[in-house]
């Protein structure tokens, strides 16, 4: 079963360990950069992903500062883990949780042109395109 746990002194290190391919490091901020964001920006939310006891992945995510709305900051499947349906299953979880504050009616997410892995998982999961183009990534929504 799929579960998020919080980060703290139990799994710190181990979350900073978890890494992607090469050629993907163009496309998400390595753990240690994310945590220490949200230190300094205290609206993220970050979030360590777990296969039952096995921790397989980071997702960070935000009320954002600026516009007041629900942005996914960071997703990431560490290389060991991905292609088992482990960061499809954390976005769907994801988007639940933030589904329950009827407050809000949408959730962004933006990539980088050419991660189009990311953006079939966005799509499969009804995200669309909003039209943007923010610091060179698309931005997609989910309204809800
Ligand atoms: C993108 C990422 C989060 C996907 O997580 P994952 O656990 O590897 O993916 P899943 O196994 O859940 O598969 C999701 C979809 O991608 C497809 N997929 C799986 N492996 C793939 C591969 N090697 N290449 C392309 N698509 C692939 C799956 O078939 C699935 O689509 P489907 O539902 O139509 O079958 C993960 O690969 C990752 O961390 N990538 C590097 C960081 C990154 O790009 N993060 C997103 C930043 S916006």
């Given at each position: 079963?799929?579960t998020f746990?919080?980060?703290?002194r139990?799994?710190?290190f ?20 994310s945590?220490?964001?949200a230190k ?11 296969h ?36 499809k ?9 933030i589904?329950?504050d009827?407050?809000?009616?949408v959730?962004y997410?933006?990539f980088?042109p ?8 966005y799509e499969?999961?009804g ?9 060179g ?7 809800y």
């Open positions: 079963m799929l746990k919080e980060i703290d139990n799994n710190f181990d979350v900073i360990k978890l890494g992607v391919a090469e050629e993907q490091k163009k496309f998400v901020a390595n753990n240690m950069y945590l220490a964001q300094a920006l205290p609206e993220c939310v970050c979030l360590s992903i777990y039952d006891d096995v921790l397989v992945g980071f997702t960070m995510y935000c009320i954002d500062h600026e516009d007041n709305e629900y942005w996914i900051y960071r997703l990431m499947i560490d290389t060991k883990y991905q292609s088992k349906g482990y960061g299953a954390a976005m769907v979880k994801l988007v639940d949780r589904k329950e009827k407050e809000h009616q959730i997410i933006s980088e050419e991660n189009t892995w990311a953006k079939h998982l499969k999961l995200f669309e395109a909003d039209g943007r183009v923010l610091d990534e698309i931005v997609y929504k989910l309204a």
